[in-house]
């Protein structure tokens, strides 16, 4: 069984950062395609980030230019640097992964593993 596990969420001020991690001890992140999602209460599931197996990025264009994902191979580690927050992004955020996938292209939902979340609450 693999497990996802996230952290790094918290109440920040509008205009503030936080940077998300997520880790796992059964699955190794080097040349995973793994994403950020996020939901909001009473919205749907959207994609936040994504990266690819060979690490090309793509960002939903809410967060473009202010959220940066990455993947630490070495910590097995992958993070979401959340940059000028606003309101809007208060979610609760989950990574996802999907191993064995060769996708190449626009961040997709249909990820193998998911972790748990953590919450993330921007106030004015």
């Known amino acids: 069984r693999v497990t996802l596990v996230e952290s790094g969420g918290g109440l920040v001020q509008a205009g503030g950062s936080l940077n998300l991690s997520c880790t796992s001890s059964?699955?190794?992140?080097?040349?995973?395609?793994m994403a950020w999602f996020r939901q909001a209460p009473g919205e749907e599931r959207e994609a936040v980030s994504c990266i690819s197996f060979l690490s090309e990025t793509n960002y939903a264009d809410s967060v473009q230019g202010r959220f940066t994902i990455s993947r630490d191979s070495a910590k097995n580690t992958l993070s979401l640097e959340m940059n000028s927050l606003e309101v809007d992004d208060t979610a609760m955020y989950f990574c996802?992964?999907?191993?064995?996938?060769?996708?190449?292209?626009?961040?997709?939902?249909?990820?193998?593993?998911w972790g748990q979340g953590t919450q993330v609450t921007v106030s004015s």
């Open positions: 996802a992964a999907d191993p064995g996938s060769f996708y190449r292209g626009p961040c997709r939902n249909d990820y193998k593993y």
């Open positions: 059964e699955l190794m992140f080097q040349y995973i395609d």
